[in-house]
């Protein structure tokens, strides 16, 4: 800037280097004036020959690139903290996306159980027996109350069985019998074995009612064919009547049965349900229980105490929570 122009800067209004007389401004320039400045004659002032270019900044050139410096340490460091933080970010997606993927798919197999569950429900299971006797449906019931399966028990009398029979619906013209879905299925190993596998299918009950391996499965249907031996026997001598029926079921039928069991149901620990190979409360097992209960409850409990292992095997069972329920509250019958 010139002398020229720093004297049109600072001087308002006046041609001449005279100091502005305020008093004499038109009122209404003055009025509208907010400052006036007085500056020296032109002569008296005087320029400098030299400019000297300063920051604003009342910090010293050194100080200035040091605090750029750190200022970009600053954004270098906030750049890697987003980076790390995009990081997790992606990480912590995979995470949920995973978890979404695992939740979905057991969503869509407890989907598919419910399905099979209902499917199995909406069938009428209905067990057909002799009214008034538990006979081999005793073990039926039992196997369809600790698997928690709903049934309807369905009594016969002598007409209603005859009229069955000539209907072709009782093969080898025999009670229980078991309606599921359209399937009429006769003989107790057989019927306990189709409930287990239902069981097992849609995860009903506390174990694996068909083993945990074939082999198992074979020990179960081994078992069942045992127990409707036995059975046979205990019911030949509550036909029979006599006391030399009972006598002879007694001394000679009972010990060679009973030492067998009792081999069996050595337990390796607690958790070990099952008569032989396995850890689980098979339908062999079941219907094992159910004679010897029977035997019980026909000859006196006591008749089990000279073979303790099968005593507490069997005790074990019978506090199982549904089979204890059934039993305490099922209606007194002859057999």
């Not at 020296?40 to 300063?54: C, I, K, S």
């Not at 200035?64 to 954004?75: K, W």
Request: proline share 4%; with cysteine; aromatic share 6%.
């Amino acid at each position: 800037m010139s002398y020229r122009d720093c004297a049109r800067v600072c001087v308002e209004g006046g041609a001449s280097g005279a100091p502005v007389d305020s008093s004499r401004q038109n009122p209404s320039t003055h009025a509208s004036a907010k400052h006036t400045l007085a500056v020296l004659p032109r002569a008296a002032v005087r320029l400098p020959l030299h400019r000297l270019w300063v920051s604003h900044s009342s910090q010293s050139p050194a100080q200035v690139r040091e605090e750029e410096e750190d200022v970009e340490e600053e954004e270098d460091v906030e750049e890697e903290e987003d980076v790390e933080e995009e990081e997790e970010e992606d990480v912590i997606e995979e995470v949920i996306e995973e978890v979404l993927e695992e939740v979905l798919e057991e969503v869509l197999e407890e989907k598919e159980e419910v399905e099979e569950i209902i499917q199995v429900e909406e069938v009428t299971e209905e067990e057909y027996v002799e009214e008034g006797r538990r006979g081999e449906a005793e073990a039926v019931r039992m196997m369809f109350k600790d698997a928690g399966i709903e049934f309807e028990d369905v009594g016969v009398n002598q007409d209603t069985f005859h009229q069955m029979d000539r209907q072709n619906r009782l093969l080898f013209g025999q009670l229980p019998m078991l309606e599921w879905d359209g399937l009429e299925l006769v003989e107790q190993p057989a019927i306990l074995e189709h409930i287990a596998l239902h069981a097992d299918r849609t995860k009903k009950g506390t174990n694996k009612y068909l083993g945990e391996n074939e082999n198992e499965r074979s020990t179960a249907r081994s078992l069942c064919s045992a127990a409707c031996e036995l059975r046979r026997l205990l019911m030949e001598m509550r036909h029979a009547g006599s006391a030399d029926a009972k006598k002879h079921f007694k001394q000679e039928v009972l010990p060679k049965w009973f030492a067998a069991l009792d081999k069996l149901a050595v337990a390796s620990d607690d958790n070990d349900k099952g008569l032989g190979d396995g850890v689980h409360f098979t339908f062999g097992d079941l219907a094992i229980f159910e004679v010897v209960n029977a035997i019980t409850v026909a000859l006196n409990l006591s008749i089990i105490r000279p073979y303790p292992n099968l005593k507490e095997w069997h005790d074990k069972a019978l506090h199982r929570p549904a089979l204890e329920k059934h039993v305490w509250a099922r209606p007194d019958a002859i057999w």
